[in-house]
């Protein structure tokens, strides 16, 4: 009698398993959120444009994306703060204090990394090495070669953040400095190809060191006319990134563009503007399920 | 799965030949074992994985509604201090609105003129005129009213310095037809070119045609240095003069107390 039933069930249990009638069907999947607050091309935009009637007039302002970063942080528990470069150059803080404040305040509102622009290189390397190395985000890029330059070992090709559940892999390219940047300024820092370089550096992250989620912090810009890389090339010519934040070409975006990827997976492209007029807000969520099977899975980005 | 389950009730069958009790145990250790075997089996073809499921986006504009920090303000403060004192100084006014534009503006002709005037100071030899990147100034518009000192830094945030270049006819024109692709850059008086199908078509300069001599072209070091595809001036003959760009607007500003200029066709297309 109990080998009976004993079989029976065995039976049943197999049956089950054989047509895939699992019993997260019956429960619900385990799901995680990672929050990404970006921002790109501040430019030493400290305060709020002046209220003076012109186009950007009271817009932006450091105290105001504090504030509202630190809301978000209370509601969210895995975030993550990022910028795509240029946080140099446009008001008289730069010219005057050469990026000490705007480090610090980026300090001071946990930015987690940002990429290097063409114009952080404004008030010369040492100068770039010299707030660098006050502040407590991490400068990424993985196609610049500091090796002959103050800023060796001070540049990170990538870094990986556990988020809750979720190990997020952030690496960032730069732009071309050659007849964009004085020599005199950048120096001996030398320029690879980025999206040969973002590609060796996503593979890392994705298959070896086992990130769920790959973000590219970006300096390319975000698209041109003329044959120069830019993030749609980045993200048609690459795998294993899911997420890229741009900037340089002071794009502002309703919503990320989503472009497919080498591989045919989508890539999600975002950018804000610049000055800091607006702070992004990429909402992800995981599901963890079999690897054939995922409930809410939906690509597409919703506004 | 199902196979387990065959193999299983077959041994049931061979434990019934020898007696009760050895079956029974036979029969506790099979199902420990097909226990584990299942178990093995689930972990190995279900491994959970996590999907990046949906993704959500908000732009969240900084404007007034926004609440503002205490505690960044504060850090900014002594910074600010410092600051405004200087650059909140209302140095001269603006009686029109004088926007950024191209073939030609009017602030692009009275920043170009501010150079050319200042260039042909500092110069051994004359000036025939002065040119800048577009790109190099960093308003859209220098709006009508009170200008203060921090919206020449605005305006010019970069520390350019003067440079003039000493070039022959050919050059010059590799030059132009660079400006003419990019539908014209801010130019000084006494300057005039068309722009046909992006390229230099008829150039007069102090209202002759060009010559085979000697070109003396104001420039900020920027662009003598090869910047914004004008890589052809490296190693040309130049004169460096250690002075800002951005200082002789704020020094010209300061003396004049008015900003003002007008469109005369010294760049057409």
Known sequence: MKRRTFIRQGGLV????????HHTDLYKPKMS???????NDVHSRIEAFPKDGSRYSGLGGAAKRASLIDKIRKEQDNVLLLDAGDMFQGTPYFNFFGGELEFKLMSQMKYDAATIGNHDFDAGIDTLHKQAKQASFELINCNYDFSNTVMNG??????????????????????ELDSLVPQSLYKETQYADPIKQANKYAQILKQDMGCHYVIC???????YKENKVSDHDLAAQTSNIDLILGGHTHTFLKKPTIIGNANGKQVHVNQVGWAGIVLGQMQVSFEK????????CNPKVIK | MLSLSFLFSQIGRIGNLVNLSLRERVLKHMRNYILLLFSIAILHSCTKVWHTAESNYAAHQMDSTAVTSALIKDMIAPYKEKLDGEMNSVIATCPEDMPKDRPESTLGNWMSDVIYDKANELSEVPIDFAMQNSGGIRIPLLRKGDITKGKIFELMPFDNALVVVHVDQELLLTFLDRVARSGGWPVSKNFQMKIANSKVDEVTIGGEMLTDRVYN?????????GGSDCKFFIGCERTTYPVLLRDMFVDKATADKVIASKIEGRILR
């Open chain 2, 217 to 225: 072209i104001a420039l900020p070091d920027y662009i003598a240095n």
């Open chain 1, 154 to 175: 001070q540049v990170k090709p990538y870094k990986v953040y556990q988020k809750g559940d979720i190990k997020v892999g952030v690496l960032g390219v730069g732009i």
């Open chain 1, 289 to 296: 399920n079999f690897k054939n099977k995922c409930v809410s």
């Open chain 1, 217 to 223: 912090l970006s300096h390319l810009g975000y698209k």
């Open chain 1, 33 to 39: 959120t990672l929050t990404i607050l970006h921002t």
């Open chain 1, 14 to 21: 197999s049956f089950g398993l054989a047509t895939g009638l």
